[in-house]
């Protein structure tokens, strides 16, 4: 049977729940007081070799990306007020929203501390129909209401574009992509934006003149295994498409 069915042959229901600004939510809950109250919130490391876990969205808004180092982010952002990870409170935020959704989905697996896939394939009759992207608000708000944690949550028939929905569903949102139009929304991507495409291959990409998406899939599978090799290839050829077999 193909992955890309259920049992019933029906096309796989998959959602990525990903937790918004995980680190900031929890540091601002853990402190409410202190980075609570703070709009340009940045957690990390705070020394000269300090790098940022994750910053607030407004601090985003100046530039400032998780693993960026600390002074640099500073630079960007100087009103940004630096906070330490809150580990413990971290794990224990984490597992909250790992047991919530396990109350809500029958298959839920970790892909992060912050990060959850779940297969919804084959409730349909259990959920008397409901679609995915209610499906999908019915656990966004139950989340948020038991752990206070406030999530983001893409849809699809396969994960990486489950994946990337969520990117779209940023922040607070939902976003399904619909059975049959992967090809269509994965061409509205940079080919950087996907994972597991990393600087090297990138900038081999670039030196083909692939820089969108939409580029790539104008090449066919021969020549990208010519230019990549044959895993790499392949690989890149389902990527676009949206076909992830996992």
């Known amino acids: 049977m193909s992955k890309s069915q259920t049992r019933s042959q029906g096309p796989r229901r998959i959602l990525l729940v990903d937790c918004d600004m995980f680190f900031v939510q929890v540091a601002r809950l853990e402190d409410p007081e202190g980075a609570g109250r703070e709009q340009l919130l940045l957690v990390g490391g705070s020394s000269n070799r300090g790098v940022i876990t994750s910053a607030s969205y407004a601090a985003r808004a100046f530039g400032v990306r998780s693993a960026m180092p600390t002074s640099q982010a500073l630079k960007l952002c100087p009103g940004a007020v630096v906070v330490p990870v809150p580990r413990s409170a971290c794990v224990e935020r984490s597992d909250a929203v790992r047991g919530a959704l396990e109350d809500l989905a029958p298959v839920v697996q970790a ?121 790499r290839g392949r690989w890149l050829w389902e990527k676009i498409r949206g076909i992830d077999p996992s």
Do not use: C, N
């Open 111 to 231: 892909a992060s501390i912050d990060e959850y896939y779940l297969d919804l394939s084959g409730t349909e009759r259990l959920l008397k129909g409901e679609s995915l992207a209610d499906s999908a608000r019915r656990i966004r708000e139950e989340v948020l209401s038991r752990t206070d944690i406030s999530v983001s949550i893409g849809g699809g028939t396969q994960r990486i574009v489950a994946k990337m929905a969520a990117r779209k569903a940023k922040p607070a949102g939902v976003h399904v992509v619909a059975p049959g139009s992967e090809r269509d929304f994965m061409g509205e991507f940079d080919l950087g934006d996907i994972p597991g495409i990393g600087p090297s291959f990138l900038q081999r990409l670039e030196s083909r003149g692939l820089i969108r998406v939409e580029d790539a899939l104008a090449v066919e599978a021969e020549w990208l295994t010519r230019w990549f090799g044959e895993g």
